[in-house]
Each structure stands twice: as C-alpha cells, then as structure tokens.
C-alpha cells in the first residue's frame, strides 16, 4: 500500500529494527529507545533554556550536546526545543528568536548566515493519511533544508520534504509546503511566490 508518495510503503517482510528504518527515512513505529533519545535531547534542551538568562557562556556550550553541527558564532533565544537535536546542523552565524521548535525525525539542515523570527517551526515528522495505518503508530520523516542567508519570519511553519534556497525570505506566518526558490520572497498558507528580493 502507497502511504505517502515521497516514502515507499510499508513492507510487512522488512526485518529491520525501527531505528534503522528511521535512519533509512522509512515508515516506522516508535519505542522506548526513541523515546529515551527524545527525553535525553528535552532535558538537555532545558537546561540550555534555563542557563541562557543568567549565564550564557554555560548554556552555549551545550549546543554542541543538542545538535549534530554547530557553526561559529549560533546565537539561538530561548526556549528551544528539538525531537533528537542530533539530526540539526547548523551552519555560522545564525540566529533564532524565542520559540523555535525543529522537529528533526529526519534532517534539518540550516546554511550559515540565516535567521529565525520568533516561535518558527521546522517540522520534518510525517504520518500517514490512512487512519488504519496511523492508528497503528506509523510515522516517518523528510528532511528539510534550508539555504545560506535566508529570513524566515515570525511563526513561520516549513513542512516536511521542503527545501529553501539561498537568500529567500518567508513572510510572517507563512505555512511552507514546497520548495522556495533562491532569492525569492514567499508568504501566506500554503506560502506562494510573492516577488523576487531584488
């Protein structure tokens, strides 16, 4: 059965674990180790939303812990908050207000230079649009990438498979559902072209 276009269906031979097939991009159920992998990525993200108040150095230095690539000089606000944190890669010098929550079930990947208005959502989880099979816990993941020197604007939403290309800008309260391309401006739900940046 075609769950979703962009990831093969459900095969009921598969002998692989649900992690491999998480790691593989594939339909999977998730259980204890994911959920231990989620619990570790929350506490640590709490700790970093309680120390940046009162003493940024300790809290930068747990970037590294959250994230899977952490470029010079990301300067993110508090709170944050990820599904595993270690599927995010961060390029330089980028910036996120308050809020912003990157479920990462599959990659996110944000170019150097970029910036985050608050309460952004990067979401790569999926599930499947057959109430059977997601009552049967069902879900999976596409990656998101996101170009260098890119804007997105407060409580923007990018949705799973999107990519961003370089120096696009997403209005306020955008719902990204396909692809941005370079140099372009896009805004509203579902987010459309508005106009070139130059």
């Known amino acids: 059965m075609t769950v979703d276009g962009r990831i093969k269906a459900i095969d009921p ?40 108040p ?11 812990e959250i994230f899977g690539t952490v470029g010079a000089g990301l300067w993110l606000r508090e709170p944050i908050k990820v599904d595993f944190g270690k599927n995010i890669h961060w390029g330089d010098n980028c910036f996120a207000n308050y809020g912003l929550i990157a479920l990462d079930v599959a990659e996110i990947r944000i170019g150097s230079g970029t910036m985050f208005g608050s309460n952004v959502q990067l979401m790569t989880p999926i599930h499947p649009l057959d109430p059977e099979l997601r009552s049967q816990g069902w879900e999976a993941g596409l990656p998101i990438t996101i170009g260098k020197n890119v804007w997105i604007g407060s409580g923007a939403i990018v949705l799973a498979g999107v990519e961003i290309g370089d120096d696009a800008v997403v209005g306020a309260g955008a719902v990204v559902t396909k692809n941005v391309a370079a140099s372009t401006v896009v805004a509203g739900n579902p987010a459309k072209f508005i106009r070139n940046v130059k």
């Open 13 to 52: 031979t598969d002998t692989r674990t649900m992690t491999e097939r998480l790691h593989a991009g594939d339909w999977y159920k998730a259980g204890p180790e994911q959920w231990q992998a989620i619990a570790a990525a929350s506490r640590l993200c709490t700790e970093y939303n309680n120390k940046l």
């Open 54 to 64: 009162f003493d940024s150095d300790a809290a930068v230095a747990l970037l590294p």
